[in-house]
């Protein structure tokens, strides 16, 4: 069979334009993640304040965009996302919730988006907030362990230690749980301003000490929200 120049040029335009046509349907549709923000500032917040943001995820690629996990770099930032799956050209939100609670001053935390994206199969979201600085209390003790070595059951030992306000708020001492063999002389509730300081005095009446080899210990209560509680710690051995 004889063809002309012109059909066999013909039937090779053929052939080319159907192996583009085969070779653009053999090609994979790729994903595209792309993100509303790629950070976020939720600006200046209270120690108490949780704050939220939403971000948008939307797949601007051809093939369906899959998460296949996401997280952030602390337990202080909660997300909730609503899709795993964003069909060509659709989209899905994931919001990140912030709870500054232990945080002061500047704070950056970070947020991880993995998909199946081809070219960037992991998205990372850069999270700050400013944590304001509430006044608090700040109790110190100038001692809080007491080793009274050998004692005589036959009265009263007397601990004395100081009790400081290093905070920029009053610091008051609520309650002071012991045992019926100690007593003190604090007046309670005991308030201590910004700087100021308590001698303080535990009387332990011994004749009522039982065991040979003790150890005791007395809470005291207070408003300093790091220090709610503070112990004295006290031991010794008994001698008749």
Avoid at 38 to 47: A, I, N, Q, R, T
Wanted: hydrophobic share 40%; charged share 25%; aromatic share 10%.
């Amino acid at each position: 069979m004889y063809f002309s120049r012109n059909k066999i040029f013909f039937i090779f335009i053929i052939i080319l334009i159907l192996l583009f046509f085969f070779a653009g349907c053999s090609k994979p549709k790729k994903p595209k993640l792309s993100l509303s923000e790629d950070s976020w500032y939720y600006g200046e917040v209270k120690p108490d304040q949780v704050v939220s943001h939403q971000f948008t995820l939307k797949n601007e690629g051809e093939g369906k965009l899959t998460i296949d996990s996401f997280y952030s770099s602390c337990a202080c930032v909660i997300l909730e996302m609503d899709k795993k799956e964003i069909a060509p050209g659709g989209e899905g939100t994931l919001k990140a919730i912030f709870d500054p609670y232990g945080y002061e001053g500047f704070v950056t935390k970070e947020v991880t988006i993995n998909s199946n994206d081809p070219e960037h199969p992991k998205k990372i979201i850069d999270l700050s907030i400013t944590v304001l600085r509430v006044p608090h209390p700040d109790i110190k003790l100038s001692q809080q362990t007491f080793d009274l070595g050998t004692i005589t059951i036959s009265g009263l030992s007397v601990l004395e230690f100081t009790i400081s306000n290093e905070g920029d708020a009053d610091l008051i001492i609520e309650d002071i749980v012991t045992e019926e063999i100690f007593s003190h002389n604090l007046v309670l509730p005991l308030i201590l301003l910004p700087g100021e300081q308590y001698l303080s005095e535990v009387y332990i009446d011994t004749s009522q000490i039982k065991e040979e080899v003790f150890r005791k210990a007395i809470r005291i209560m207070t408003n300093d929200p790091q220090n709610s509680m503070v112990f004295l710690r006290i031991t010794g051995t008994t001698k008749k």
